[in-house]
């Protein structure tokens, strides 16, 4: 009997692998990625088995120009696996039959092979797909498709729905025909889209939706490595540049065929310039953190929100040393932390791009402004050996450069005597007999100096090359702030009205000193001017706005000692004389490019230079101050003007303390009793004047020659009051407009040069909408709109008005407009915003009427004001507990008279000015 037949062995289960699916080719193929195993991970398209998807158009190329269209629901199965699959872990198989060139299997979808789900099933449910029914192997797995399409069918589902065919087919845009057109219509707006080529980390092509149209993108204010381009101009992907296919990789992970937003931002020839917005963010921001990509600045201008994003992220990129930054050495590396980062007063500008810090008593910087360029000469021609011919003979840059001193000027009135803060972002080396230069952000109260410097058209921004690292941190904001300044024809950039200084330099030619200049400067009370060089504690070169004039100054009244002096053309150093420098330096950080008043008073025995008094910002006699701190003493040429008494006073002060040049003064100096001494500040008090000095700080000055002055010993208490005021307001901010003021309210009120609160009384409601208040704790007025004016919390009603109004006893105002400015003028000088010593004299219909006395130096304020002609004497007091005082004043005017001071140089300009003309005296 013969053995029964073998039974055959089954076949074996299908090896499933597993991957990502990288790209949807069409409804039947995808392109799946498997594990990564050191760089991009390898690829392979599945195609899938049994069914036949409709075609999807292709994009015209450069050798074919035939425009291809979808077929029906080609589109509606690619989305079908996109939306499914992108992105997503998947099991499949795959095998190649023979004599065939592509792989062909299936894809499951799930996380256990087991139960997962056979997307060529699910295509073939949804009917956008069609089954291969003749010509092949009747398998199973065929059978089981076969059904599954007859089902669709039957429901009628996707391409066997009785929609029309034409519904469902896209109408492609491949080429915008007028990008420009496009972009304008749609600048900076989001629109949805899909990525469907990533060409290189930066370049992608992408469909807008939903009109599809298909656009190439680089992306705005970045850059990753390209692939050289192979003989038919095609990407070389064989040829090997550093991280250029990681960077494709990062982008084609979180990209490809993903569903993004996209904003346009420009347009180079045929393709556009945008940002790319992705689920996690900004991918241009994601390149630069990681290192795939470098900020490029001819498309960083074009980016809309977020440059300081990429700046942070490139940074980032620098600090870790990632990938392309892999060698990467910061520009402040070498650099100490001191010299990197340091808060200093700003004590001299140069030319408009560079400022002198002091960081302390003993250390100054110089530091140039970042990425910035200072208005330029014109450009001088080299001869044939490349020699530059010499300026002409007394050109001053700084006068004859147009805008030069425009940009000088700004950053001298905002930052000389400022504190700022200095950060350095990049050092240039020395090289063409030109120094190191540290080049330095330098901010004022958070605001870029250089920024705002360039913003007014005074300075242009430096062009670098692509690689070049040194560069502001701002630079960004440097491009924005000169593109305003460009459209605005501000500054340099402006086509007319260039501005031309002709300056009568004096230093050099002294000839008109004597007889041009100077009777016009004797005549005026002061002169204003800006200190331009200081040569020496007493020794000034200044510049004469009014006259636009520089000359020689020479301090009165005084002798300073020399200070040292550099070896210069071939001249010797010389040696200073003891305290010579440190007067030098005294002057100089007091009124070196500060604003100034002078009053001439004749010239040197050669008339190559001016002598006279000059006043700080503070109206600080300069020769008195020099004098007080030792660094001067009186000369005998002071004796017969009206400073000599302020300088005897702070010579003997400076001696009393051996400072300085008395340090070894042995004098013996006899100091009177303080009776004596109260008597000698005070020779013309009667024994039934009452003086009882408070000490006040002046802080407002009324066109009526009233005052508003403030106690000194009550400023602890306004400060916390001011503090907690704005306390309240920045916890519970007012609703702007609901507060409806009435005349005589306690209110509170925004003061429009601070933006701060103070308390306010409502003095009248004006048309539209206004308000005129006083701020009674500090005796100003303004007008401002009521929506800048709050119901003032009551916790701060009770507390009464901390600035009081007073006025000047014994003296009154000139007559003449002009006389008056001038008085009120110099008594603002003299007292506002100063602590001084009062005395209240009487009172008339309840006003105090006071007298004012400069503790330092003892002088009554307004019988010096009557004595330099500004004031006149009131005629018609009558007090005998005043009669001594009455007497000073009347005696004052008198030698104002003589000496043809103020409003008597020429002549009594009361004569006709008697009660009948109405004034009363």
């Known amino acids: 009997m013969s053995a029964a037949p073998a039974a055959s062995a089954p076949a074996p289960a299908p ?95 799930g996380k256990d092979p087991a139960t997962s ?130 960077a494709r990789y990062f982008v084609e992970s979180r990209l490809l065929q993903r569903d993004v937003e996209i904003r346009l931002e420009s347009v180079n020839n045929s393709n556009f310039v945008g940002t790319i917005i992705f689920p996690k963010g900004n991918i241009a921001e994601a390149l630069l953190k990681e290192g795939f990509a470098k900020c490029v600045e001819w498309s960083m201008p074009y980016v809309k929100e977020g440059v300081d994003r990429l700046r942070a992220a490139e940074k980032h990129a620098k600090g870790n040393r990632l990938r392309l930054w892999k060698d990467y050495q910061a520009p402040t590396a070498a650099y100490n932390t001191k010299d990197k980062d340091f808060t200093g007063t700003v004590v001299e500008v140069f030319n408009g791009d560079a400022v002198m810090v002091k960081i302390s008593n003993t250390v100054s910087k110089k530091v140039f402004l970042s990425s910035i360029k200072p208005p330029r000469e014109a450009a001088r021609t080299a001869d044939e050996e490349g020699n530059l011919p010499p300026r002409p003979k007394g050109s ?159 301090l009165a009244g005084i002798s300073c000692p020399r200070s040292s002096r550099p ?9 200073g004389e003891p305290f010579g420098d440190e007067a030098l330096q005294f002057s100089k950080e007091r009124i070196l490019q500060r604003d100034v008043s002078v009053k001439i008073e004749t010239t040197d025995k050669a008339a190559t230079s001016v002598i006279g008094w000059l006043w700080t910002e503070n109206n600080v006699n300069l020769s008195v101050a020099l004098v007080e701190e030792g660094l001067a003493s009186v000369h005998f040429t002071a004796e017969k003007t009206e400073h000599f008494r302020a300088l005897s006073e702070a010579e003997a002060r400076a001696k009393a303390k051996r400072k300085n040049i008395w340090k070894d003064y042995v004098e013996k100096v006899e100091e009177d009793n303080k009776e004596n001494e ?122 009464k008005p901390y600035a009081h109004e007073y006025s000047l006893a014994l003296v009154v105002l000139p007559t003449d407009e002009e006389d008056k400015a001038d008085a009120l003028k110099a008594f603002a000088q003299d007292a506002l915003n100063k602590t001084l010593q009062m005395n209240v004299e009487y009172r008339v219909s309840g006003a105090e009427h006071v007298t004012l006395v400069d503790p330092a130096t003892k002088v009554d304020i307004g019988k010096e004001l009557v004595s330099d002609g500004f004031l006149i004497a009131e005629k018609n007091k009558k007090d005998r507990r005043l009669q001594k005082l009455i007497n000073d004043y009347k005696e004052a005017e008198q030698s104002a008279r003589k000496n043809r001071n103020g409003i008597w140089q020429y002549g009594d300009s009361t004569e006709d000015q008697a009660g009948e003309f109405g004034l009363s005296r």
Request: with cysteine; glycine share 6%.
């Open 117 to 246: 789900e056979n997307i060529v099933e699910s295509i073939v449910s949804e009917g956008l797909v069609s089954v291969r029914r003749e010509g092949v192997r009747q398998t199973p797995e065929l059978t089981r498709l076969c059904e599954l399409e007859d089902a669709a069918k039957a429901a009628r589902k996707g391409k066997w729905s009785d929609s029309p065919s034409s519904d469902h087919v896209r109408n492609i845009t491949w080429n915008i025909e007028n990008p420009k057109a496009f972009f304008d219509h749609h600048n900076g707006k989001p629109i949805k889209a899909i990525i469907e080529h990533v060409r290189d980390g930066s370049t992608v092509r992408a469909f807008l939706l939903p009109e599809f149209q298909h656009v190439t993108l680089m992306m705005s204010g970045i850059r990753c490595p390209g692939f050289k381009l192979d003989v038919d101009g095609k990407p070389d992907t064989t040829a090997e540049v550093p991280f250029a296919e990681e």
């Open 678 to 799: 109260d008597e000698k500040d005070d020779p013309a008090a009667p024994a039934d004047r009452k003086v009882k000095y408070e000490n006040v700080v002046v802080t407002e000055v009324t066109p009526e020659l009233h005052f508003y002055a403030q106690h000194a010993d009550q400023g602890a208490k306004l400060e916390e009051l001011m503090t907690k005021l704005r306390q309240e307001f920045r916890a519970m901010p007012p609703v702007t407009g609901a507060y409806n003021p009435r005349r005589g309210d306690m209110c509170a009120a925004k003061f429009s040069e601070d933006n701060e609160w103070y308390r306010a009384k409502v003095e009248k409601i004006e048309k539209g909408g206004n308000a005129s208040i006083l701020y009674v704790d500090y005796g100003n007025r303004e007008t401002v709109p009521t929506t800048r004016l709050a119901m003032l919390p009551p916790a701060f009603i009770s507390d």
């Open 567 to 575: 070896a210069l053309s071939g001249v010797p150093a010389q040696e």
């Open 396 to 554: 001053r840059p700084l006068y004859d450069v147009p805008w030069m001193f425009e940009a000088r000027e700004f950053l001298r009135k905002k930052l000389i005597g400022k504190k700022v803060h200095c950060s350095l972002d990049y050092v240039t080396p020395a090289r063409d007999n030109f120094p190191e230069k540290c080049c330095y952000t330098v901010t004022l109260s958070g605001a870029n100096v250089a920024e705002a410097l360039v913003a007014k058209g005074l300075a242009t921004v430096i062009k670098y090359r692509q690689d070049d690292d040194q560069r502001s941190v701002h630079y960004d904001e440097l491009r924005s702030a000169e593109t305003q300044a460009m459209k605005q024809l501000k500054g340099v950039h402006a086509k007319d009205d260039i501005p031309s200084h002709r300056i009568n330099d004096l230093t050099v030619d002294h000839s008109r000193i004597k007889h041009q200049y100077l009777p016009s400067w004797q005549r005026a009370l002061r002169t204003e001017a800006i200190v331009e060089f200081v040569a020496s504690g007493s020794r000034f070169r200044i510049y004469c706005p009014k006259d636009s004039c520089l000359v020689t100054f020479l």
């Open 15 to 109: 090896v499933l692998k597993r991957g990502i699916v990288k790209q949807v080719l069409s409804g039947d193929s995808v392109i799946i990625r498997g594990q990564p195993k050191g760089g991009p991970p390898p690829e392979k398209q599945i195609n899938f088995s049994g069914v036949i998807a409709p075609k999807l158009a292709r994009r015209p190329t450069n050798n074919s120009t035939e425009i291809t269209k979808d077929e029906p629901y080609a589109w509606e199965a690619r989305e079908y696996l996109r939306q499914r699959l992108i992105g997503q872990e998947v099991y499949f198989y795959s095998e190649r039959p023979p004599n065939a060139t592509r792989d062909y299997g299936y894809v499951c979808l």
